[in-house]
């Protein structure tokens, strides 16, 4: 392999050594391979793109933690991204020009009082939770709150996963009572709590083999919400009329798919869609995708486990969603489109709308 070091590749991508460094250390961008002895650092030419992508990013004055979303996410995702990071910019630099032109007319005589202040935004939020038409049990759990909307889809087709699935919504809920100066720090310890208590679930049951769950947690904090994400259950993002999915498929089938073995028309119908990679379960610490999104006055936000995603086509979800209908109704329709579907797996759903309150 033709690895470039450090030092080209930091004049290749325009970033400097110090910053590969540091992305190393938070795992933005590692190098192809360090050298034992040394500790040098070298990079594929592969990796350009990725590093150039980043330099852009930091232009924008994107934050490192955002960065990482953007680069790991599929294109359009990463793109809607964008679109949200820049319009939270645009806004914030009109609410700042608008208070600087006011200081200017304050100070010369000519304004005596204060602009309006920025809105105050809140979400309407619902939950539901259907067993379907052809299980047994209900594994499935969905909650929303004023700050926190969750689904889990509990695995191990025993009573297990329903409290597999419990744990971890409890877990997340749990960040309600109070502010969270960190977001993303909060749903990440919390992704972390829920895994423990699955793990001490199955050390307390040995029946309980194959005990886990997937998580899909929301986490309001004033105009961002923070997003943790595990396993198979989806978030989407309603925003102008256009559908937007914000997390990945932690499945085999979605890795052929990155990859470039399948195509999504065929990921749809694989044998192996549901075998998943990542969840939280009882033998490996939970590793949660962690990203930051923007808030607009009438984006709708939709979490839900496969038993509706798998069986329901995105454009019927989009058209659900746009319905002009409070979030419980909205929700309910939802778990119909999936029974009128065959109903085969358990479905919960959270929809929470962001509102100028």
Known sequence: MNLLTIGAFARA?????????????????????????????FYDPAQL???????WLRRLGMPLARIRMVCDAEPATAAAEITAYWAQVTAETAARQELAAFLVDYLRGKATTMPDAQPTLGIRFAARSDIGLVRARNEDCAYAGSHVL?????LGGHAGGAQASAAAIKAVAALESSAQADPLAALSQ????????????????????????????????GSQL?????????A???????????????????????AGQIGADEAAAHPQRQLLERALDATTDPHADLSLHAVRPADRYLLCTDGLHGVVAEAEIRSALSAQADP??????????????GGPDNVACAVADVVDV
């Open 150 to 154: 969750a689904v889990a889809d509990g």
């Open 190 to 221: 919390a992704v972390q709590e829920a895994g423990a208590a699955i793990r001490q679930r199955a050390e307390a049951d040995p029946d309980l083999e194959g005990l886990g769950t997937t998580l899909t947690a929301l986490l309001w904090s």
């Open 13 to 41: 991508s325009r970033l400097s050594p110090k910053a590969l460094r540091l992305y190393d250390e938070l795992g933005l961008l590692r190098p192809a391979d360090v050298d034992p002895a040394s500790g040098y650092r």
């Open 49 to 55: 793109d990725r590093a150039r992508l980043v330099a």
């Open 226 to 234: 923070a997003l943790a994400h595990i396993g198979d259950s989806r």
């Open 328 to 341: 419980d109704a909205v929700a309910a329709n939802l778990i119909g489109l999936a029974n009128a579907a």
């Open 236 to 258: 989407y993002l309603l925003r102008d009329a256009e559908l937007f999915r914000l997390t990945d498929d932690h499945t085999y089938v979605q890795s052929l798919v990155k």
